[in-house]
């Protein structure tokens, strides 16, 4: 219970500011006075006894010597400065969303032909009447996983923004996409601009860290023009380029295997001296080729029969 200007006399102890030199509170038990000064948790607060003030010259039997401040410095507040806005409330940053459609499958595209015919799909009746830019999206195992109408032209032109078609690309978690706008005057033939957009599509691409496989130009009855099966991309195989693509891994494996037989000389000495030249691993490359279509084993378990055969 706090000190009362009528029984000042009753108590001990005091709770003293020593920089306004004020008595806060009067208590009979020491306790009782700690817990008054640990609740107003202010730094320069001490516990004197009624002996140690009148020492010091601060009677508790006198008005003069009590107070209620603190000595707290009142600071000039001003209201905050936000340089861009409440974001929370004034300002409204756009937003691209995605939506998948559960239970929607779309096919896997091996070549451009493949792309080509998924494609006249979107474009649907439209695809003679005006220009439409579509950005196809593709995982690592080149599976559509969705498609964007990105813009809707002119019977002679569209437009298309680089940055939204990243932002969507991204957005989507794609790890590869195809670029594609028709002619509806069924030329197939890129135009300048056609090639300047595909070249500046390529550049963003690699800048954000995603594969852009191809630019198709859809027609209705011409068929299509491929950037990637004419050279300008070169990134979604062709029949060509999948049988070369096997036959370079092929060659890789067969190269890994026989440079551990030029390491282990000792278990393959037959073949070992064999590769020695350039004539004799070429022949053993073929050799290996050979086995691995016809009989359907690997390199590493050909080498073994080969040796035997030397």
Request: charged fraction near 25%.
């Amino acid at each position: 219970m706090a000190y009362n200007k009528h029984d000042r006399v009753a108590y001990k102890y005091f709770v003293f500011n020593t920089d306004t030199k004020k008595i806060l509170s009067g208590w009979e038990y020491k306790t009782d006075a700690n817990s008054h000064k640990n609740e107003l948790s202010f730094p320069n607060l001490k516990i004197y006894t009624r002996t140690y003030l009148e020492r010091i010259s601060c009677n508790p039997k006198t008005n003069s010597n009590w107070g209620t401040d603190l000595g707290l410095v009142s600071y000039q507040t001003k209201p905050e400065v936000v340089l861009y806005g409440d974001f929370r409330k004034e300002v409204q940053i756009p937003e691209i969303k995605v939506r998948y459609n559960k239970g929607k499958t779309f096919e896997k595209v091996q070549t451009s032909k493949d792309v080509y015919n998924f494609l006249k799909r979107v474009y649907g009746r439209s695809i003679g009447l005006q220009e439409h830019f579509v950005l196809l999206l593709t995982d690592n195992q080149l599976n559509i996983i969705g498609y964007y109408k990105h813009t809707v032209g002119t019977p002679v032109s569209t437009l298309a923004d680089i940055p939204m078609l990243m932002g969507i690309v991204l957005k989507s978690l794609a790890r590869s996409f195809i670029i594609s706008h028709n002619h509806p005057s069924g030329s197939k033939t890129p135009s300048e601009a056609d090639k300047r957009l595909t070249k500046q599509v390529m550049k963003a691409s690699k800048a954000v860290g995603v594969n852009m496989l191809d630019h198709i130009i859809v027609t209705a009855k011409n068929g299509y023009y491929s950037f990637g099966d004419e050279g300008g991309l070169g990134n979604l195989p062709t029949k060509q380029n999948k049988k070369l693509s096997l036959e370079k891994r092929l060659r890789e494996e067969i190269l890994q295997q026989l440079q551990k037989v030029n390491k282990n000389s000792d278990l393959t000495p037959a073949i070992y001296k064999l590769i020695q030249s350039h004539k004799g691993y070429s022949w053993m490359e073929n050799r290996i080729i050979q086995m691995m279509i016809s009989d359907g084993i690997t390199a590493s378990a050909s080498i073994p029969q080969i040796e035997s055969e030397l």
